[in-house]
């Protein structure tokens, strides 16, 4: 059930994360976030980043977790393949699992700037699956 897929969106690129709750819909909108930078199958998950973030609603509490990411792709130089997420009464905690980028084996395609509030969704389904998405800036 759980995964990830980017979708088409005029000016940047939509991405969108599935699973059996909210934490692997989030775990995998961070999959579907990397994926833009580089393929997820050469990224391993040498070292562990913690990453937290808090707000009182989900849709907030999700971009500020993807640009909680990104600011840790880009200040520890990292790509991340893996994610553990928990949020307990509005607060997300997190460790994400990469390693250092190395252009020569993750061809880096572009820098990801920024989550943003374009088509931001964070539902759950009626048969209780969650589907987050939102555009990035890229």
Not at 67 to 89: G, H, P
Request: hydrophobic share 45%; proline share 2%.
């Amino acid at each position: 059930m759980a995964h990830w897929e980017h979708y088409s969106h005029p000016a940047d690129i939509g991405i969108r994360g599935f699973g059996a709750t909210k934490e692997e819909a989030f775990a995998q909108a961070a999959l579907a976030l990397t994926a833009v930078v580089a393929d997820l199958k050469t990224v391993e998950p040498k070292e562990e980043v913690k990453i937290s973030c808090q707000d009182q609603d989900d849709e907030f509490l999700f971009v500020d977790w993807l640009n909680a990411v990104i600011y840790e792709m880009a200040t520890q130089q990292m790509l991340f393949s893996r994610f553990e997420v928990s949020v307990e009464n509005e607060r997300l905690s997190a460790s994400a699992f990469g390693e250092k980028i190395d252009v020569k084996k993750h061809s880096p395609a572009v820098e990801v700037k920024a989550a943003t509030y374009t088509d931001l969704k964070v539902r759950q389904n009626k048969n209780g699956d969650w589907m987050v998405q939102c555009v990035v800036d890229v």
